[in-house]
């Protein structure tokens, strides 16, 4: 089967992600069609809160395609991420069989098929014949050990089942792992992937950000909404807002008709992007603003 073609030029996928909803700036447009193009995996690194996540979903979202997400947590291993065998039904199978008349290699045989494995996110999209987008979400969250099983799978898109076989992706998944950049990951998975270095946007960029997600938003208010949200990010707080909480504080103040951000709406209602008390108290503090 020929490969896929996910985008036809980096100015389609530029043009087919803003359609779904995700402003995407030149560098990850490019970068974009040639995850497609090359088949290689990208790797989007950057802040909590830039858009990575939504970048794989945009691109599951512009493509048709199926989103098939792993998400990567301390403790992560194969069972979770790969595949498992379902023990309780194949119990039952076994306490239904007579084993008088049955060899084990029969009745193993008989356990160790399709009806009984369990499959987790990595072999569900190697597995899958229809366009398939898998994000591995917060890759740095993983163990050193889950690392070196991405390489196995990202390598040859294929995998190794004892008791199946090798099973080989028939159409390759385009993959997105993110990364938070909470530690380094091995220079060999790197290799293997394209890199995206993913910050917040710029003032203007994300206006249009805001304006293009929350419909009847006033342009006045938006560039408001930005300028603070930017000052917040300037302020050393343990959570800074992320794109998608400027965009439910655009769509709070619709809720509220507060149509001028002045410092009593900031207040107001600032935990809709600070979530940390201390961060709250540090930007009433640094921006000067009164208790509500």
Not at 73 to 90: F, S
Not at 93 to 101: F, G, H, S, V, Y
Not at 154 to 170: H, M, N, R, W
Request: aromatic share 6%.
């Amino acid at each position: 089967m020929p490969a896929p073609t996910w985008f036809a030029s980096p100015a389609e996928a530029s043009e087919r992600l803003t359609g779904s909803g995700y402003l995407a700036d030149t560098p990850t447009a490019v970068t974009t069609f040639l995850a497609g193009s090359l088949e290689k995996p990208l790797l989007l690194e950057g802040s909590a809160g830039v858009g990575k996540t939504e970048l794989a979903k945009a691109i599951a979202r512009s493509t048709g395609a199926e989103l098939v997400r792993l998400q990567c947590y301390e403790g992560l291993d194969e069972a979770r991420a790969l595949y498992e065998w379902n023990y309780k039904k194949q119990l039952l199978r076994i306490q239904a069989t007579d084993t008088d008349t049955r060899s084990w290699n029969e009745t193993h045989d008989d356990i160790f098929t399709d009806e009984f494995l369990l499959s987790r996110p990595l072999l569900t999209a190697i597995r899958r014949d229809e366009p398939t987008v898998l994000l591995i979400d917060e890759v740095d969250k993983t163990d050193v050990e889950v690392e070196g099983l991405l390489l196995e799978v990202l390598s040859d898109f294929q995998v190794t089942i004892p008791e199946l076989g090798t099973l080989a992706a028939v159409r390759r998944p385009l993959v997105v792992l993110t990364s938070n950049a909470t530690r380094e990951l091995s220079e060999a998975l790197k290799r293997r992937c394209l890199y995206l270095h993913l910050d917040y946007p710029d003032a203007e960029r994300e206006r249009d950000i805001v304006l293009s997600q929350v419909p009847g938003l006033d342009d006045a208010l938006a560039r408001q909404l930005v300028e603070t949200v930017g000052r917040l990010r300037e302020l050393e707080l343990k959570k800074s807002p992320s794109i998608a909480e400027s965009v439910d504080w655009a769509r709070t103040l619709i809720a509220l008709e507060i149509a001028d951000l002045d410092d009593a709406a900031v207040t107001a209602t600032l935990g809709v992007v600070l979530k940390h008390a201390t961060d709250v108290d540090r930007a009433v503090k640094e921006l000067r603003l009164a208790r509500s």
